[in-house]
């Protein structure tokens, strides 16, 4: 099955099954599900889990219970400013500069601008847990993304400044009816999974698949690295 078939079969089956959430509908975007909180508590029961200080995570609606569990654990979480669209393209929430009541509404999308601090990629801390947004995803670690590719850029960023290397835990949350094992092998830019939790299930995927060294400047336009200041700044001369 292609890329483009998988999301749209993903898509579907969420919104006729019942099994979607807010946001409406689920196509076009990383969609919510039911449950999505019991699968973060999932995630957090993981060792690797227990044991980050710094995440990065994926700002969509389905890991919203992942980010909130973080920061009420103490755990710095880094989510990209949409689209890259500035060179301090990584939004940063430190939970010990935060107010108690402010842990819920810090990583939503509509309130993140009000509680942190824009931080360049190079200011990134040693991240120890990336979480990503997924469409589908295999038990082999393979994961189709909505298409866009800024997933994949923002860890080949990271991973090309040392942020994220070989060790660092990558996972994603999702509904058992996205995973699917009929998904097409990854490309070479598309970053595999360590751990797929749906609320009933925790899968260590003991992945095969190779990470990507960094950017593949190659695969970028002049258009897209004009509209992504940071790229401009690290794409060499």
Same mark, same amino acid.
């Given at each position: 099955?292609?890329?483009?078939?998988?999301?749209?079969?993903?898509?579907?089956?969420?919104?006729?099954?019942?099994?979607?959430?807010?946001?409406?509908?689920?196509?076009?975007?990383?969609?919510?599900?039911?449950?999505?909180?019991?699968?973060?508590?999932?995630?957090? /029961?993981?060792?690797?889990?227990?044991?980050?200080?710094?995440?990065?995570?994926?700002?969509?609606?389905?890991?919203?219970?992942?980010?909130?569990?973080?920061?009420?654990?103490?755990?710095?979480?880094?989510?990209?400013?949409?689209?890259?669209?500035?060179?301090?393209?990584?939004?940063?929430?430190?939970?010990?500069?935060?107010?108690?009541?402010?842990?819920?509404?810090?990583?939503?999308?509509?309130?993140?601008?009000?509680?942190?601090?824009?931080?360049?990629?190079? /200011?990134?801390?040693?991240?120890?847990?990336?979480?990503?947004?997924?469409?589908?995803?295999? %038990?082999?670690?393979?994961?189709?993304?909505?298409?866009?590719?800024?997933?994949?850029?923002?860890?080949?960023?990271?991973?090309?400044?040392?942020?994220?290397? %070989?060790?660092?835990?990558?996972?994603?949350?999702?509904?058992?009816?996205?995973?699917?094992?009929?998904?097409?092998?990854?490309?070479?830019?598309?970053?595999?999974?360590?751990?797929?939790?749906?609320?009933?299930?925790?899968?260590?995927?003991?992945?095969?698949?190779?990470?990507?060294?960094?950017?593949?400047?190659?695969?970028?336009?002049?258009?897209?690295?004009?509209?992504?200041?940071?790229?401009?700044?690290?794409?060499?001369?």
């Amino acid at each position: 099955m292609e890329k483009a078939d998988l999301r749209t079969a993903v898509w579907d089956e969420l919104e006729a099954s019942g099994e979607a959430r807010f946001p409406f509908p689920p196509h076009g975007r990383i969609p919510n599900f039911a449950d999505a909180a019991t699968a973060a508590d999932r995630l957090a /029961e993981t060792a690797a889990w227990a044991d980050a200080r710094t995440v990065k995570a994926n700002p969509d609606a389905p890991q919203l219970p992942v980010r909130r569990r973080a920061l009420r654990e103490g755990k710095t979480v880094y989510m990209a400013v949409p689209r890259l669209r500035d060179e301090n393209c990584f939004y940063e929430l430190d939970p010990a500069r935060l107010d108690s009541d402010a842990l819920d509404s810090a990583p939503t999308v509509s309130h993140v601008e009000e509680y942190a601090d824009k931080v360049g990629p190079d /200011e990134v801390p040693t991240i120890d847990f990336v979480v990503s947004g997924s469409v589908a995803v295999t %038990e082999q670690g393979a994961r189709i993304g909505k298409g866009e590719g800024f997933s994949d850029l923002e860890f080949a960023i990271l991973q090309g400044l040392g942020v994220v290397d %070989e060790t660092t835990t990558i996972a994603t949350t999702v509904h058992e009816l996205q995973v699917h094992d009929d998904a097409p092998e990854p490309d070479a830019h598309d970053v595999p999974m360590d751990l797929v939790v749906t609320p009933e299930r925790t899968i260590r995927t003991e992945t095969l698949y190779p990470r990507p060294s960094g950017i593949d400047w190659a695969e970028l336009s002049d258009e897209q690295i004009a509209e992504m200041p940071v790229l401009q700044r690290l794409r060499p001369r």
